[in-house]
């Protein structure tokens, strides 16, 4: 597989933007960080899923093959053995998920 790499997207940055705006990443995200979290992320679909302090987050692929991502919801994390393994693993917990449902 060839190295992603990921391109921040302002509508999850700066919420000062006019027309449809997307969820706002934590400012605690650098660009660095949003790589990292992309280079660890789990594949589903077309979408790739990362978790963060107990957050979790969702990459897109743009038409230009460069990443997008930001945070959702655990009830947008599917399939549901995403969330099952992360909690064995320990990098969540219920107090998570619930914190963090929508």
Avoid: F
């Avoid at 679909?45 to 692929?61: D, T």
């Amino acid at each position: 597989m060839s190295e992603m790499e990921y391109e921040g997207n302002p509508k999850h940055k700066e919420p000062w933007q006019r027309g449809r705006k997307g969820s706002l990443c934590p400012e605690e995200i650098s660009i660095e960080t949003a790589q990292k979290l992309l280079e660890q992320s789990v594949e589903a679909g077309n979408k790739r899923y990362a978790v963060h302090n107990g957050r979790a987050y969702c990459a897109h692929c743009n038409p230009d093959g460069k990443w997008h991502g930001h945070p959702v919801g655990w009830e947008e994390v599917v399939p549901e053995t995403i969330r099952i393994k992360w909690l064995k693993e320990g990098l969540i917990t219920r107090s998570d998920i619930k914190r963090y449902w929508k």
